[in-house]
């Protein structure tokens, strides 16, 4: 099987344009470790903490409705 044309990850990315389906990027250097992204400068650094974000609002919002009688019980 064969990776597709372009960025090997660009059918799975959510930054994912046109130029990545036409154009495999480059690996370059970026703060100690190697990148391969045609636009690696322009999207945010993932942390885990940003991913955890929509989670924790969640849960801060179901113990404040707990914490108040709006919770089932």
């Not at 372009?6 to 370059?28: I, M």
């Not at 690696?40 to 609002?57: C, D, G, Y």
């Amino acid at each position: 099987h064969r990776p597709p044309q372009g960025c090997r990850f660009h059918t799975r990315c959510p930054h994912a344009r046109e130029r990545c389906r036409e154009e495999e990027p480059p690996l370059a250097a970026a703060d100690g470790h190697s990148v391969a992204c045609h636009f690696w400068k322009e999207i945010e650094p993932f942390t885990s903490a940003s991913r955890l974000t929509p989670v924790n609002e969640r849960l801060t919002r179901l113990q404040a409705a707990f914490h108040t009688g709006g919770g089932s019980s």
